[in-house]
């Protein structure tokens, strides 16, 4: 990746650069090609894997969720608790708008009918779906997280802990090298009780994406970096099923990605 990029351009500052009224109202507006492989893929692996009940104090960790509540939504309908957690302050409390019903908190109606829709479940549901929500992530308390931090306090705790970890398009922009994003990988899957379920969601081959003028890099990935990253955590082949699409190659202007992945590993017994 080139180098010679103006401080701007290069900066990855989430903390001061990343707006999250422009990211929101660039990404979540509609729900696009991405998010429509994206959402059919974790319906389809939580139906698979997690059956359609949830399990009685089940947890799941949403890792680095950003100001999305789309994978919260649906994993709500199976756990009873959800640690939510994200790098950027002002992500978590945008979410905390939400939960609060606050008159400027995005608006996630068309993403949660759409997430309703895929799922098979009536509109009318909308209301209890997004009171489940509520108390389930205010189960557990919105949290600062570092997937770079040795000391990443989401990162470093107790070992089996959670039944799900899902994350969405995180790792691949927190992670700037293939070492850095296999650590956290390990971590994350150190998390998991054994028999526990990790869907990570990524877009394929994607150097950079845009949020307003502000250009945020990543790590290329692949399936291949992926199993590699799962091997070296320890997860068997065989439980690893990796489904990618391409959507879009060449065609955004404000992310290089040609695709998307949607990754479904379970630690072993
Ligand atoms: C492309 S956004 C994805 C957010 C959300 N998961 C979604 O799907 O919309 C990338 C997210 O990674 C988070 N992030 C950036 N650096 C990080 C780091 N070092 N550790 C954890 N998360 C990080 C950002 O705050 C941002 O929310």
Redesign the pocket.
């Known amino acids: 990746m080139a180098d010679s990029l103006s401080p701007q351009c290069h900066s990855n500052d989430?903390q001061n650069k990343?707006d999250v009224s422009k990211y929101l109202a660039s990404?979540y507006s509609e729900v696009t090609p991405n998010y429509v492989f994206y959402i059919r893929g974790l319906v389809r692996v939580l139906k698979e894997k997690c059956g359609s009940l949830h399990r009685t104090g089940g947890k799941a960790l949403e890792f680095?969720?950003?100001p999305?509540l789309w994978p919260s939504f649906l994993l709500s309908q199976y756990v009873d608790s959800i640690q939510f957690c994200?790098?950027?302050g002002a992500?978590l409390q945008a979410v905390q708008a939400w939960l609060d019903h606050s008159s400027n908190a995005h608006d996630w109606t068309t993403f949660f009918h759409y997430l309703l829709k895929e799922n098979q479940t009536s509109e009318s549901e909308l209301s209890n779906w997004e009171n489940r929500l509520r108390t389930v992530l205010s189960n557990c308390s919105l949290s600062r997280?570092?997937?770079?931090d040795p000391k990443c306090p989401i990162l470093s705790g107790p070992a089996a802990e959670y039944d799900i970890i899902v994350t969405?398009?995180?790792l691949d922009?927190?992670c700037q090298t293939r070492d850095a994003y296999k650590e956290a990988v390990k971590r994350l899957v150190r998390l998991l009780k054994p028999g526990g379920l990790l869907v990570l969601i990524a877009a394929t081959n994607c150097s950079f994406?845009m949020v307003g003028s502000e250009r945020f890099t990543g790590l290329p990935l692949n399936e291949q970096i992926i199993r590699e990253a799962l091997h070296e955590a320890e997860i068997h082949p065989h439980q690893i099923n990796i489904e990618s699409e391409k959507i879009g190659e060449g065609e955004d202007p404000f992310a290089d990605y040609s695709g998307g992945m949607i990754v479904s590993a379970i630690k072993s017994n």
Do not use: I, L
Request: proline share 0%; charged share 15%; with cysteine.
């Open positions: 989430y990343f990404y680095g969720g950003g999305s994200d790098y950027t992500n997280c570092d997937a770079n969405c398009e995180c922009v927190a994406y």
